[in-house]
């Protein structure tokens, strides 16, 4: 098991005023794009870091300037208006449901990047005179850049259209669920699923329950010991994959099992699927005949974790300095949710 020093940014969060453009939109119409810029945001594009913006602008005619530059795609849940740049960031971080310590703010005004600096100490935030460095920046640099990370932009893009969609649905929450027609798979991890394994061990923070994380070695080990079972869970829809969003780590002993790690990617909370791998562990349990426990370490952020283990029939059974040994009552089998196709692979 391994920690990281050093924290990955998941998304970079852009002024447009002598920031990404040169010049002032509101004085001068003819702004000029920066070229640097624009490849600083594609190669971080490609390796699956996210772009927002935080500007003090009009709205339209900034998206109508982005648009003609031909580079608005790249740009999520953009927050242009005349507020305080730093509501401006958490917005962003709300939105894309990420940790705000995890963004990257980028600003050619001092006074605007100490204004977030002070609201949000952790946030990253950096000079626009600096802006062609931040591809060699240690936090730009994640490990691996997997088929998920490249196309993490694109993935975003259809949670918006999910988003829009649930918003004009008239009904409840689960037909508008049903109307999706979700597939959950849960496999043995492969060889292949290493790299976005260990990048979901590293990016996912308040769905983890212990808050391990795990190199590829240590993964793949896993993968090859017979006393443990390392499972990837998958998700898609009718408007596209979700990618790999799930990950659990089963010890099996002789008469009971424990699980070291248990995670969900934070894009699917609110697809109600938070459930699905651990019943599957439960009932693969149950079938075994033996003891289910779980590991659990609480954090600031992921007590979602510890309520799905109570729900789901967990109680705590003994504690080791930080880790709480919790353990399933044998009773509290759930089924899958209705709404949703579960396919299970050996």
């Known amino acids: 098991m391994t920690t990281t020093a050093v924290t990955t940014v998941k998304c970079v969060v852009w002024d447009l005023d002598n920031t990404v453009w040169d010049g002032v939109l509101l004085e001068d119409g003819d702004v000029t794009l920066r070229p640097a810029v624009v490849d600083v945001i594609r190669t971080l594009d490609e390796r699956g870091i996210l772009h927002s913006i935080a500007s003090r602008n009009d709205h339209d005619a900034a998206m109508a300037k982005l648009e003609e530059f031909g580079i608005a795609e790249y740009f999520l849940h953009p927050q242009i208006n005349w507020g305080n740049k730093s509501d401006s960031v958490r917005a962003v971080a709300e939105a894309f449901n990420i940790g705000i310590d995890t963004l990257a703010f980028v600003d050619d005004q001092p006074f605007e990047r100490d204004e977030v600096r002070f609201a949000h100490e952790r946030v990253l935030c950096i000079d626009a005179l600096d802006a062609e460095t931040i591809p060699g920046m240690p936090q730009m640099q994640p490990r691996f850049v997997t088929a998920d990370s490249r196309e993490r932009r694109h993935l975003y893009r259809a949670d918006v259209q999910r988003q829009e969609a649930q918003e004009a649905h008239h009904g409840t929450d689960?037909?508008?669920?049903?109307?999706?027609?979700?597939?959950?798979?849960?496999?043995?991890?492969?060889?292949?699923?290493?790299?976005?394994?260990?990048?979901?061990?590293?990016?996912?923070?308040?769905?983890?329950?212990?808050?391990?994380?795990?190199?590829?070695?240590e993964l793949d080990a896993f993968r090859r010991s017979p006393d443990h079972d390392l499972l990837v869970a998958g998700l898609e829809d009718k408007y596209g994959t979700y990618g790999k969003i799930g990950l659990a780590l089963v010890e099996r002993g002789a008469s009971a099992w424990t699980v070291k790690l248990l995670l969900m990617s934070c894009r699917v909370m609110s697809r109600g699927v938070g459930s699905v791998l651990l019943g599957h562990l439960i009932r693969s349990a149950h079938d075994a005949g033996v003891t289910l426990r779980a590991e659990f370490v609480p954090t600031s952020r992921n007590r979602t974790m510890y309520v799905t283990y109570k729900f789901a029939g967990f109680r705590e059974v003994a504690k080791n300095g930080d880790v709480s040994v919790l353990e399933h009552d044998g009773t509290h089998l759930q089924g899958f949710p209705p709404y949703m196709d579960v396919t299970v692979e050996r």
């Open 174 to 217: 689960e037909e508008f669920l049903a109307s999706l027609g979700m597939r959950f798979t849960i496999a043995p991890a492969e060889e292949r699923d290493l790299q976005r394994a260990e990048e979901l061990t590293v990016r996912t923070n308040q769905l983890n329950a212990t808050g391990y994380t795990y190199s590829y070695e």
